[in-house]
Structures are given as structure tokens and as C-alpha cells.
């Protein structure tokens, strides 16, 4: 198991940036493939992106790619999310999750359903 909590979020206009960070407890950060979710008010989480244990494969939902960048720094039990770009519907909560991985290439599924921990999220608000 390994603890999860998400910072760096704000209220930020249409274009702006963003970089959330996720730092996650325990020895065993790097036995885990990540990924970064999101939710609005009145819908289901939704994925947004995922990396692998070693961070050398990403993968995106579509309306994020090439604005959104995730990453890994496993010496510092962290995972970030640069958010550029931004649009209004890019406001929700956005939480990190992890996924237990064997493999250090494998990318963690888009369903929220098959990660088993969770941090407490934080909030984007993008302005018009």
C-alpha cells in the first residue's frame, strides 16, 4: 500500500499552466505504475493520463494529448502532471492513483476501478 497527496492546484485563466504534483509515501514508490484522474461536478472520474514504472512509457486521453505532460521522479516518490493549455473544461478535482505493475514497462489501465490507492485530489479551476 502506499500513501498518495496530490498539491499544486489553483484557479488559473483559459491558456494558463499548471504543474500538479503527487508524493507518495513508502519505500516501494517505483513497484508502482501512476496515473492521474479527474472529475467534475455531476460526472465520473475520468482518466487522464498514466506512466509506468520506470516512466519510459505514457499514455494520454485524447483531449489532453499535447497539452498535458506526466512524468516520474522515482527518487523523490513523485509523479507530476504539467497542465498547459488549459481550457474551462479542464476544471474538475484531479487525483493521482497508483497501480501495482510487475513489469516496468507496463502502462496502468484507463479504469479507475483497477487502482488500489488513491490521494485526496486537488482542485483545478480554469476561468474563461
Known amino acids: 500500500q502506499v500513501q498518495l497527496a496530490e498539491s499544486g492546484g489553483g484557479l488559473v485563466q483559459a491558456g494558463g499552466s499548471l504543474r500538479l504534483s503527487c508524493a507518495a509515501s513508502?519505500?516501494?514508490?517505483?513497484?508502482?505504475?501512476m496515473g492521474w484522474f479527474r472529475q467534475a461536478p455531476g460526472k465520473e472520474r475520468e482518466f487522464v493520463a498514466a506512466?509506468?514504472?520506470?516512466?519510459?512509457?505514457?499514455y494520454y486521453t485524447d483531449s489532453v494529448k499535447g497539452r498535458f505532460t506526466i512524468s516520474r521522479d522515482n527518487a523523490k516518490n513523485s509523479v507530476y502532471l504539467q497542465m498547459n493549455s488549459l481550457k474551462p473544461e479542464d476544471t474538475a478535482v484531479y487525483y493521482c492513483?497508483?497501480?501495482?505493475?510487475?513489469?516496468?514497462?507496463?502502462?496502468?489501465?484507463?479504469?479507475?476501478?483497477?487502482?488500489?490507492?488513491w490521494g485526496r485530489g486537488t482542485q483545478v479551476t480554469v476561468s474563461s
Open positions: 492513483a497508483a497501480y501495482s505493475a510487475y513489469y516496468s514497462s507496463t502502462v496502468p489501465p484507463s479504469t479507475p476501478s483497477r487502482y488500489g490507492d
Open positions: 513508502g519505500r516501494t514508490f517505483s513497484s508502482y505504475a
Open positions: 506512466i509506468s514504472r520506470s516512466g519510459g512509457n505514457t
